[in-house]
């Protein structure tokens, strides 16, 4: 299974960016991909995930109502639309994957056994 993100870039506070998630090389709906980001200094931080298999989806409390996951399965890519970032959005953000995560680890990074490149989202003014 191959991951790669993209998207990530320099936006000012209140703006837009969408990272995109391209997987590859997995059987598509067995498949659970989240959002992971780390900012300097801090652990990694599970954000956001949605489960291929029902579409259903998960939002930390820090992004919800501003991040939005979703999929397209025709280009097997998940997509992460944030809006009003702030500051403290910074990070670099990585996308991952594993089949069947446990609702409770959801969130959890050891949880996931594919990991993508991470992209950097900065955000400042």
């Known amino acids: 299974v191959q991951l790669q993100a993209y998207g990530g870039g320099f936006v000012q506070p209140g703006g837009s960016l969408r990272l995109s998630c391209l997987v590859s090389?997995?059987?598509?709906?067995?498949?659970?991909i989240a959002w992971f980001r780390q900012a300097p200094g801090k652990e990694r931080e599970g954000i956001s995930c949605i489960r291929n298999s029902d579409s259903t989806t998960y939002h930390a409390e820090s992004v919800q109502g501003r991040f939005t996951i979703s999929s397209d399965n025709a280009k097997t890519t998940v997509y992460l639309q944030m809006n009003s970032l702030r500051p403290e959005d910074t990070a670099v953000y990585y996308c991952?994957?594993?089949?069947?995560?446990?609702?409770?680890?959801?969130?959890?990074?050891?949880?996931?056994?594919?990991w993508g490149q991470g992209t950097q989202v900065t955000v400042s003014s």
């Open positions: 991952a994957a594993d089949s069947s995560v446990i609702q409770s680890n959801i969130a959890s990074q050891t949880a996931y056994t594919y």
């Open positions: 090389g997995a059987s598509w709906n067995v498949y659970d």
